[in-house]
């Protein structure tokens, strides 16, 4: 080998230039990959034990790595349980965009998306837990799940009053959206114990009952 040759590091990285864009890269996938699997090992242990008997030991080993680089990601448990909170913060985010990419009208995207949010909280455990800590520690972080939530809750039937050009029901606006705000999170805690509290079947019934007439045509879906 020529003297001139850049020898190569036992990482397969020449020492004589720069690491390749590729070594940074795959790094850089390896640390998102270990910062999710901690994600979700944390949300299980979240949604098993709570907030307070959730160990971090526990957490590294469902995640398959050490301590070490638990702490590298994370400074300490509230850190992590912040992350699993955003985490089920931005899946709602997503199933918001859903909605809103497929809409009709404002009753429909609302109505699609409390079906989507409760097939989110089915189906996915940092969803799950990410709300039950945001719930059950509220003030441990600037973030408030509950408020979002209400928030497009409220925005999505102020629009739906404004396209029907009459109320959507015999409810006033505000107690129209805490209606639905509690009872969709009403379920969301029901289903710890019986996830049919999640079904279609108990969605389209909640509908049914608060908007007569007008959520049926609109989820016919949500009945499958």
């Known amino acids: 080998m020529s003297s001139s040759q850049p020898q190569a590091s036992p990482q397969g990285c ?38 307070e008997r959730t160990k971090l030991s526990e957490v590294s080993e ?19 349980a912040e992350a699993v909170e955003y985490a089920a913060i931005r899946n709602l ?27 989110l909280l089915h189906r996915d455990v940092v969803s799950r837990a990410g709300f039950r800590l945001n719930y059950e520690t509220s003030g441990r972080t600037r ?25 959507l029901g015999p409810l006033p606006l505000c107690e129209l959206t805490d209606t639905v705000v509690g009872a969709t999170t009403g379920f969301a805690l029901l289903a710890r114990d019986n996830r049919a509290w999640l079904s279609p079947k108990v969605l ?21």
Do not use: M
Request: with cysteine.
């Open 93 to 119: 985010y997503r199933a918001a965009r859903r909605s809103r990419r497929d809409r009709t009208d404002a009753l429909t995207e609302l109505t699609s998306l409390s079906y989507a949010l409760a097939q």
């Open 62 to 80: 469902g995640a398959g790595v050490t301590t070490g680089a638990l702490h590298f990601h994370f400074r300490n448990k509230a850190d992590l």
């Open 14 to 51: 020449s020492t004589a230039h720069p690491p390749p864009v590729a070594c940074g890269a795959r790094k850089q996938e390896r640390s998102v990959r270990t910062r999710r699997a901690l994600i979700h090992s944390a949300a299980e242990r979240f949604e098993r034990h709570g907030y």
């Open 143 to 167: 973030l408030s799940i509950h408020q979002e939530w209400q928030g497009c809750v409220q925005r999505l039937l102020v629009q739906a009053g404004e396209e029907a050009g009459s109320p």
């Open 204 to 224: 389209t019934g909640f509908w049914r009952a608060v908007l007569p007439g007008r959520a049926l045509e609109s989820n016919a879906a949500g009945d499958a």
